[in-house]
């Protein structure tokens, strides 16, 4: 799985960055995915999988997959 850590969420990841592999050996909710790196559900204004924006709470990603996380400020 790919994931992009949008905004300030990129500091919760190794080395801070933006972008990340993640080996999925099943279908993972994203908020355990959140959980794994340790950003806190409520940082999280938003999720996409595969550009279709989901609820984080309710889908489950897989290996394929890449996923978005925004905050709420997220600009440039």
């Known amino acids: 799985m790919r994931l992009r850590l949008g905004g300030h969420l990129s500091w919760y990841a190794p080395r801070r960055a933006a972008e990340l592999a993640i080996e999925l050996t099943a279908p993972t909710p994203l908020a355990d995915i959140a959980s794994r790196l ?9 999720a996409a999988v595969n550009g279709v924006v989901v609820s984080l709470r309710k889908t ?7 996923v978005e996380f925004y ?5 440039g």
């Open 38 to 46: 340790g950003v806190p559900v409520a940082e999280i204004a938003f």
């Open 60 to 66: 489950d990603v897989r290996d394929a997959d890449r």
């Open 71 to 75: 905050p709420p400020n997220c600009g």
